[in-house]
Protein backbone atom coordinates (compact mmCIF):
# COMPACT_ATOMS: atom_id res chain seq x y z
CA UNK A 1 0.00 0.00 0.00
CA UNK A 2 1.50 3.41 -0.92
CA UNK A 3 1.75 6.25 1.21
CA UNK A 4 -1.08 7.99 0.39
CA UNK A 5 -3.77 5.48 0.76
CA UNK A 6 -2.40 4.77 3.75
CA UNK A 7 -2.74 8.55 4.74
CA UNK A 8 -6.42 8.50 3.99
CA UNK A 9 -7.52 5.16 6.15
CA UNK A 10 -5.12 6.99 8.99
CA UNK A 11 -7.64 9.95 8.45
CA UNK A 12 -10.57 7.83 8.12
CA UNK A 13 -9.20 5.77 12.33
CA UNK A 14 -8.55 9.68 13.16
CA UNK A 15 -11.87 10.70 12.44
CA UNK A 16 -13.45 7.37 13.99
CA UNK A 17 -11.36 7.78 17.19
CA UNK A 18 -12.24 11.59 17.94
CA UNK A 19 -16.11 11.16 16.87
CA UNK A 20 -16.11 8.09 19.27
CA UNK A 21 -14.25 10.11 22.00
CA UNK A 22 -16.48 13.22 21.48
CA UNK A 23 -19.61 11.16 21.54
CA UNK A 24 -18.88 9.15 24.67
CA UNK A 25 -18.11 12.68 26.15
CA UNK A 26 -21.37 13.79 25.45
CA UNK A 27 -22.84 10.77 26.70
CA UNK A 28 -21.19 11.40 30.28
CA UNK A 29 -21.75 15.30 30.20
CA UNK A 30 -24.77 15.88 28.36
CA UNK A 31 -28.65 15.95 29.12
CA UNK A 32 -31.63 16.84 26.85
CA UNK A 33 -31.01 20.15 27.45
CA UNK A 34 -29.44 22.57 25.52
CA UNK A 35 -25.95 24.08 26.86
CA UNK A 36 -24.37 27.15 25.90
CA UNK A 37 -21.12 27.12 23.62
CA UNK A 38 -21.87 30.32 21.77
CA UNK A 39 -24.88 31.82 23.08
CA UNK A 40 -27.48 30.34 21.23
CA UNK A 41 -25.71 29.90 17.70
CA UNK A 42 -23.45 27.28 18.95
CA UNK A 43 -25.10 24.53 21.82
CA UNK A 44 -24.41 21.23 23.08
CA UNK A 45 -27.54 18.98 23.61
CA UNK A 46 -27.77 15.27 23.21
CA UNK A 47 -29.99 13.29 20.57
CA UNK A 48 -30.35 9.95 19.78
CA UNK A 49 -31.11 9.48 15.82
CA UNK A 50 -32.41 6.40 14.99
CA UNK A 51 -33.35 7.60 11.14
CA UNK A 52 -30.84 8.63 8.08
CA UNK A 53 -29.24 12.43 7.78
CA UNK A 54 -31.28 14.71 9.62
CA UNK A 55 -33.50 12.08 11.28
CA UNK A 56 -35.05 11.40 7.94
CA UNK A 57 -37.13 7.92 8.55
CA UNK A 58 -35.50 5.67 5.99
CA UNK A 59 -35.63 1.85 6.23
CA UNK A 60 -35.16 1.23 9.73
CA UNK A 61 -32.68 0.52 11.55
CA UNK A 62 -31.20 -2.80 9.55
CA UNK A 63 -31.65 -0.95 6.53
CA UNK A 64 -29.26 1.93 7.26
CA UNK A 65 -26.86 -0.49 8.95
CA UNK A 66 -26.37 -2.44 6.18
CA UNK A 67 -26.36 0.72 4.18
CA UNK A 68 -23.58 1.64 5.92
CA UNK A 69 -21.82 -1.58 6.09
CA UNK A 70 -22.26 -1.64 2.29
CA UNK A 71 -20.91 1.95 1.70
CA UNK A 72 -18.05 1.58 3.81
CA UNK A 73 -16.30 -1.26 1.98
CA UNK A 74 -17.16 0.71 -1.26
CA UNK A 75 -15.16 3.64 0.17
CA UNK A 76 -12.10 1.24 1.07
CA UNK A 77 -12.28 -0.07 -2.43
CA UNK A 78 -12.26 3.25 -4.16
CA UNK A 79 -9.42 4.42 -1.72
CA UNK A 80 -7.40 1.01 -3.12
CA UNK A 81 -8.03 1.92 -6.60
CA UNK A 82 -8.23 6.43 -6.67
CA UNK A 83 -5.14 7.56 -8.59
CA UNK A 84 -5.86 11.46 -6.80
CA UNK A 85 -4.15 11.86 -3.44
CA UNK A 86 -6.82 14.42 -2.47
CA UNK A 87 -9.72 12.20 -3.80
CA UNK A 88 -8.16 9.49 -1.41
CA UNK A 89 -8.01 12.14 1.73
CA UNK A 90 -11.64 12.99 0.72
CA UNK A 91 -13.08 9.77 0.89
CA UNK A 92 -10.97 9.02 3.94
CA UNK A 93 -13.06 12.06 5.63
CA UNK A 94 -16.10 10.28 4.15
CA UNK A 95 -15.32 6.96 5.49
CA UNK A 96 -14.17 7.60 8.95
CA UNK A 97 -17.77 9.47 9.40
CA UNK A 98 -19.04 6.42 7.78
CA UNK A 99 -17.54 4.09 10.27
CA UNK A 100 -18.30 6.23 13.23
CA UNK A 101 -22.08 6.31 12.71
CA UNK A 102 -21.72 2.74 11.88
CA UNK A 103 -20.50 1.86 15.27
CA UNK A 104 -23.11 3.76 17.14
CA UNK A 105 -25.89 1.85 15.11
CA UNK A 106 -24.16 -1.37 16.03
CA UNK A 107 -23.44 -1.26 19.82
CA UNK A 108 -25.73 1.65 20.79
CA UNK A 109 -28.82 1.78 18.00
CA UNK A 110 -29.26 4.81 17.22
CA UNK A 111 -26.67 7.34 16.64
CA UNK A 112 -25.53 9.71 19.12
CA UNK A 113 -25.98 13.69 17.93
CA UNK A 114 -24.73 16.22 20.31
CA UNK A 115 -24.12 19.53 18.34
CA UNK A 116 -26.73 22.26 17.82
CA UNK A 117 -26.59 25.43 15.60
CA UNK A 118 -28.66 27.79 14.61
CA UNK A 119 -30.46 31.03 15.61
CA UNK A 120 -33.62 31.46 17.84
CA UNK A 121 -35.99 28.71 16.18
CA UNK A 122 -34.07 28.52 13.64
CA UNK A 123 -32.29 25.18 14.02
CA UNK A 124 -29.87 22.74 11.97
CA UNK A 125 -30.75 19.28 12.55
CA UNK A 126 -28.36 18.12 15.62
CA UNK A 127 -24.97 16.31 14.54
CA UNK A 128 -21.79 14.99 15.59
CA UNK A 129 -18.45 14.48 14.46
CA UNK A 130 -18.96 11.79 11.70
CA UNK A 131 -21.60 14.24 10.29
CA UNK A 132 -18.46 16.98 9.69
CA UNK A 133 -16.59 14.42 7.95
CA UNK A 134 -19.25 13.03 5.50
CA UNK A 135 -20.35 16.71 4.52
CA UNK A 136 -16.86 17.73 4.09
CA UNK A 137 -15.52 15.17 2.79
CA UNK A 138 -18.80 14.95 0.00
CA UNK A 139 -18.83 18.50 -0.45
CA UNK A 140 -14.78 18.73 -1.16
CA UNK A 141 -15.15 15.58 -3.50
CA UNK A 142 -17.92 17.70 -5.24
CA UNK A 143 -15.71 20.58 -5.74
CA UNK A 144 -12.87 18.68 -6.57
CA UNK A 145 -15.38 16.95 -9.49
CA UNK A 146 -15.96 20.38 -10.31
CA UNK A 147 -19.84 19.17 -10.23
CA UNK A 148 -19.58 16.56 -12.62
CA UNK A 149 -20.33 12.90 -12.00
CA UNK A 150 -18.04 10.55 -10.94
CA UNK A 151 -19.66 7.46 -12.47
CA UNK A 152 -19.91 8.98 -16.34
CA UNK A 153 -18.51 5.51 -18.01
CA UNK A 154 -21.53 3.92 -15.97
CA UNK A 155 -23.86 2.38 -18.66
CA UNK A 156 -27.70 3.64 -18.59
Known amino acids: MNRDRLRAFLLAFGVLVVDQLTKAWALARLSFEPVPILGEVLRFVL ?23 VASILLCVYILRMKSTRVMLFLGLILGGALGNTIDRVFRGPVTDFIDMGIGTLRWPVFNVADIALVVGGALLLLKSGGKCACKDVGA
Do not use: D, E, I, Q
Not at 47 to 69: K, Y
Open 47 to 69: RFNTGAAFSVAWGGPMVLLVFNV
